[in-house]
Every structure is written in C-alpha cells, then in structure tokens.
C-alpha cells in the first residue's frame, strides 16, 4: 500500500512558477515509476510527467516540454513537479500516482493503483 499527498497549489499568474510535492507513505516508493496527471474543469484526465523510479529518466506530454520538470528524492519518499512559465491552460487540479506497471514512455499503458487526492493550480490571465 502507497498513500500519496500533493501540496504546493495554489493561485499564480501567467508566467509564474510553482512546485508541487508528492509525500509518499511506505517503504515501497522506489519500486515504482511515479506520475503526475492533471484534470481541467470539464475535461477528461491527462498525463503530464512521469520519472522511472530510480529518477534516472523522464518523460513529458508535449504540452508541457520545456516548462515542467519532474524529479523525486527517493530518501525522502517525494516526487516534484517543478512547473515554470504557467499558463492559464496549465490550469486543472494535480495528482500524483504509482505506476505499478507500464512503459514509462507510453503513459496510455499505465496501471496506477495509487493515488492522490489532488492539488489545485489555478494560472490567471
């Protein structure tokens, strides 16, 4: 068992930065790839980051190359997203998952049996 909490949202402007943490509880966080999806009002759930549980490699939905960056401290059992240059689009609620099985480069193959609660992250015009 894996219990996730994301922090760090929260009300920013366009082209601001936010982190975001996920805390991971149990002794079993390096064993998985770990994700951050997000979810806009109205629209469907999509995946924007994940990192192989050794943090040696990362992957990123287009939408978000070159402005977000996903790490993670395995001693400390917390997985970041580090989010630069927001834009309203980025705005949605964040969460964070285990992914107990799957191609780190096929987000669609992803079997995440953990969750967060989320972490909102509002971007103003």
């Known amino acids: 068992q894996v219990q996730l909490v994301e922090s760090g949202g929260g009300l920013v402007q366009t082209g601001d930065s936010l982190r975001l943490s996920c805390a991971a509880s149990g002794r079993s966080f390096s064993m998985y790839h770990m994700a951050w999806f997000r979810q806009a009002p109205g629209k469907e759930r999509e995946f924007v980051a994940a990192?192989?549980?050794?943090?040696?490699?990362?992957y990123y939905d287009d939408s978000v190359v070159g402005r977000f960056t996903i790490s993670r401290d395995n001693a400390k059992n917390t997985v970041y997203l580090h989010m630069n240059d927001l834009k309203p689009e980025d705005t949605a609620v964040y969460y964070c998952?285990?992914?107990?099985?799957?191609?780190?480069?096929?987000?669609?193959?992803?079997?995440?049996?953990?969750w967060g609660q989320g972490t909102r992250v509002t971007v103003s015009s």
């Open positions: 998952a285990a992914v107990v099985a799957g191609t780190l480069t096929q987000p669609t193959s992803y079997v995440c049996d953990y």
């Open positions: 990192i192989s549980r050794g943090g040696v490699i990362s």
